[in-house]
């Protein structure tokens, strides 16, 4: 499977912004899923996952702020973030079973 993140930008601190990541291949549908991001100087870590399932787990930084959902009809899966702050700026990853990872996109949080 490839993966293909969309969607970061740059937005003020309070906004909101909706992540996607479209994955290839039939077998989407068994993957988990997951968000990760890495701001600079730091490691990487995780933000959200999801099941093949769909249920979905999040990071406590992120809780009641960020939502991962996911639409097997589309082999997409969507972040969609909420009441940004700064420190959420960061580049995101989508990731494929935890171990296929898409390319990054940036999300700058700033006035």
């Known amino acids: 499977v490839q993966l293909q993140a969309s969607g970061g930008g740059l937005v003020q601190p309070g906004g909101s912004l909706r992540l996607s990541c479209a994955a290839s291949?039939?077998?989407?549908?068994?993957?988990?899923m997951a968000w990760y991001r890495q701001a600079p100087g730091k490691q990487r870590e995780l933000v959200a996952k999801?099941?093949?399932?769909?249920?979905?787990n999040y990071a406590d930084f992120v809780q009641g702020r960020f939502t991962i959902s996911r639409d097997f009809a589309k082999n997409t899966v969507y972040l969609q973030m909420s009441s940004l702050k700064p420190e959420d700026t960061a580049v995101y990853y989508c990731?494929?079973?935890?171990?296929?990872w898409g390319q990054g996109t940036q999300v700058t949080v700033s006035s």
């Open positions: 990731n494929a079973a935890f171990i296929i």
């Open positions: 291949g039939s077998a989407f549908v068994t993957y988990d």
């Open positions: 999801i099941t093949s399932r769909g249920v979905p």
